[in-house]
């Protein structure tokens, strides 16, 4: 039984593009899109082959999905063209929640199924691909988080259920209760993190798929290149780029993209130009030698 529900659920991976848009920006958080931009942008990646959105519901204080919704509301064809991921748990301090005192995680049955309930409603969709639960809740109860991603999954709002932010040990504890599918973490080549504590190699083991927030860094290493790392960083970058006529940012993803976990970078620029340099990258080949270029510059010294 439990061999056949491994392999049952080894082959039902959602399928995502293999680079992913983040959206926390779009709104009041950042660029500020009206809903023709929204439009254009979702059109833009979509048909370039970027197909999967990165939400949750607290961006741009709980008002991104709505916008997203609203810009493909009469556009029918496109939701079936594309994959929505959101994240619930966070309960954000703001005018849009007269009721959240202090910033706080909630990840109790009812609030699982709130929050997805409006995601649904402001998405402007039937289901979500993938609900993850935004950051570990220190009240966590697996047992309860589990009841509310069998009853989502059982009345088809949501296909696929993950964590974000997680560590091994809190993955594991929910595993154990209902599978994980996903973790999305901070990763890139000025967060190296979860090379070395365990969530990409748990990843390999349970066959569960990566997603890295930040695959950028936030945009440092172009904001802050008088940073000695991230010079370093930078001086390989531009190394690479040139054997494989590239831009030096997309060797930033092909380093993430070269892992053998199949890290998916969720990129939070909205240009076009930069979201469709960021897929390209993903099919960028890195030599053994060259990561390790990186990674010899990202750490400051060579392997031991
Ligand atoms: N699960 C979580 O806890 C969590 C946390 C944070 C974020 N996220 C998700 O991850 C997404 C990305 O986060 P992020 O914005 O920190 O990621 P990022 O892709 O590392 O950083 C984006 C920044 O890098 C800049 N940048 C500079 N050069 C670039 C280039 N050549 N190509 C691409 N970007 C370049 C962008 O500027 P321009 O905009 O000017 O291009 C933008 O300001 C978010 O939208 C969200 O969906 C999840």
Redesign the pocket.
């Known amino acids: 039984m439990q061999d056949f529900f491994y392999f049952h659920h080894m082959n039902n991976k959602p399928t995502l593009s293999p680079v992913i848009a983040?959206?926390?920006?779009w709104g009041q958080w950042g660029a500020q899109f009206t809903t023709g931009q929204y439009l254009e942008i979702i059109e833009h990646c979509v048909g370039y082959g970027i197909t999967s959105f990165?939400h949750a519901d607290i961006y741009g204080n709980y008002t991104v999905e709505e916008e997203f919704g609203k810009a493909i509301r009469h556009k029918s064809s496109l939701r079936q063209q594309m994959q929505l991921i959101s994240?619930c748990g966070i309960k954000m301090v703001t005018a849009n929640r007269p009721d959240h005192h202090i910033k706080s995680y909630d990840t109790s049955k009812e609030h699982i199924l709130l929050s997805v309930h409006n995601s649904l409603k402001n998405l402007n969709t039937e289901y979500l691909d993938i609900l993850l639960i935004?950051?570990p809740d220190a009240l966590m109860n697996p047992e309860e988080i589990a009841a509310a991603f069998s009853q989502l999954q059982q009345q088809g709002k949501v296909l696929h259920f993950g964590v974000?932010?997680f560590l091994p040990h809190q993955l594991q504890m929910l595993h154990r209760f209902f599978p994980v599918e996903i973790n999305?973490i901070e990763i890139?080549l000025t967060y190296l993190d979860p090379f070395h504590n365990g969530q990409l190699d748990q990843c390999i083991e349970m066959n569960i798929i990566p997603m890295a927030?930040?695959?950028?860094?936030?945009?440092n290493l172009?904001s802050d290149p008088e940073d000695e790392r991230n010079f370093r960083i930078q001086a390989v970058c531009e190394i690479l780029a040139k054997k494989y006529d590239a831009?030096p940012?997309q060797i930033q993803i092909a380093f993430l993209t070269s892992h053998p976990s199949h890290i998916l970078p969720?990129?939070?620029?909205?240009?076009h130009k930069?979201l469709e340099l960021?897929l390209k990258a993903s099919d960028i080949p890195l030599e053994r030698e060259e990561w390790y270029m990186l990674w010899r510059a990202a750490m400051g010294h060579e392997v031991p």
């Open positions: 983040g959206c926390m920006k990165d994240k935004h950051r974000s932010n999305q890139s927030w930040s695959p950028m860094g936030g945009g172009t831009e940012q969720v990129m939070g620029t909205s240009k930069r960021a």
